[in-house]
């Protein structure tokens, strides 16, 4: 009973912190879900615009573009972006687990 009373103002004060961190987290995994796969097709019509660059205008530039490819690929930023969502998650369940 002491530990409720105690905690209860914790509790009142990280309930916002919490709720806002899950809606952020699902509203931003929903987000990464529907552009996954257009940062896919964007990125593999980069890889075929570099491989051609690379052969008809310049290798340095065709390289470019090939990094380019990459960061907008799933492995690049939007993997970056799952990371930083994960990371809210963690930071929700720790507050829920350590709180409540």
Do not use: D, N
Not at 11 to 37: A, H, Y
């Amino acid at each position: 009973m002491l530990k409720f009373i105690v905690m209860l103002p914790f509790r009142i004060l990280f309930l916002p912190v919490v709720l806002v961190l899950k809606l952020t987290f699902w509203l931003c995994s929903g987000l990464m879900c529907m552009t996954e796969w257009i940062f896919g097709l964007v990125s593999g019509i980069l890889v075929v615009l570099s491989i051609l660059g690379m052969i008809w205008v310049s290798v340095p530039q065709g390289i470019v573009m090939l990094g380019i490819a990459f960061l907008i690929s799933p492995y690049g930023i939007p993997m970056l972006a799952v990371k930083l969502v994960t990371l809210t998650e963690v930071m929700a369940e720790f507050l829920w687990e350590t709180v409540y």
